[in-house]
């Protein structure tokens, strides 16, 4: 695939390697600032995800005509590249009989969040189906669809839902938004109840000695595993991660092809799609490295270069919106508030209905609607070295928020009558 340059286009800049340079220019520019290096910066990162930025400054850029996202060969080499390869290196670090014995309680809550984003994904198209049909009729559905690939794993998991069922780059911009804007209310929210856990747990007679029990775990193997990644380290993460985006791009091509002659119903479930497989099989590769040896790359890093593929890809997806077409639909945030509430009503019932401590209801919300990227975030600031127990359930969000997702955009389709 050559990516020199884009096809004709009125845009300033057409050659895809000098928009790619400015891409990540202005990723290092984003995280730079987010680190806070001066107090005003660091003001502003606080009421500004830096995620956001990464979306909609590419946005600006393709506005303006800067560049031609539209025209441009970089999301299609991000989307079938960074993403698979993002996907393995975010599932090979997920501990199952680690999960298993955070203990019965934690998984439970976590498991209900992601059940109470099913339903709230339900609740709200139906909802709005009865008292504003406009704003669900057409393919509303497929914007629900890739944001619940988001509030069950992430940005990964979002984006692979938007390529299973084909989601216009302006509709996943405007379901951005919602995402963005009531996944930062309900993290905000979590802080804040974070510094009254203990008198919220007191008062509801919460037991947390098994938590108290997993600070000292936790903080005892953080000590003894990790270190700073060599060279080598780097190589073999990178080795490991395109190695199966390879394997799963050759076994995608066999599958789709065997499936769309010889299956039907194969369409009904996207089984005839290359893509679809390579999501699935990059999955279940980084899945089944987590049982071996390898996992033991996460110990230098495995999953911050995951990150950096992942966010590339989200500044692709930028790269396409249109700022003039996103302000035209504000119901769709009252489809947000509508499930994100379903959501919260669903885990909080359920972690007070098996006396769980608060710190099992933020994280296991925010497990699903953050995922790894937030998760750690809201799970440190309950206790600094609970932090790892963020990741294990962003992780376990990762591996098995495509799949989640996919079955509720199933679900939504049927819903519209597609």
Known sequence: MAIESAETTTALITNDIVVFGLIAATLGLIFWLASGPTPFWKKFFAWVPALLLCYFIPAFYNTTGLIDGEGSQLYYLASRVFLPAALVLLTLSV??????RLGPKLLFVFVMGTMGVFL?????????????????????????????????GGGANMVAIREIFEVDATLFGQFAVVDVALASLL?????????????????SGADTRALDDMKHRIAAYEAANARIPTLSDLMVIVGWAFGIVAVAHAVAGVASTWFKANVEWAGRFSLDSPFVWIVVLSTLGGLLLSFTRVRRLENVGASRVGTVFLYFLIACIGMQMDFLKLANRPELLLIGAIWMSVHVAVIWYSAKLVKAPLFYFGVGSMG???????????????????????????????????????????TLRAMAGG
């Open 95 to 100: 501990d199952l009989p680690g999960v298993i």
């Open 187 to 203: 993290m905000a929210s979590l802080l804040f109840l974070a510094n009254r856990q203990q008198q919220i747990d007191a008062r």
């Open 120 to 152: 709230g994904a339900i609740v709200s198209f139906q909802a709005m189906e009865w008292f504003m049909p406009s704003a669900v009729a057409g393919d509303t559905w497929k914007g629900m669809a890739a944001l619940s690939g988001s509030w069950i």
């Open 368 to 410: 699903n609607i953050g995922a790894a990227a937030s998760a750690p975030v809201i799970a440190a600031a309950f206790h600094p070295s609970l932090a790892p127990v963020g990741v294990l359930l962003g992780t376990v969000g990762y591996a098995t928020g495509t799949v989640i997702a996919y079955l509720i955009g199933l």
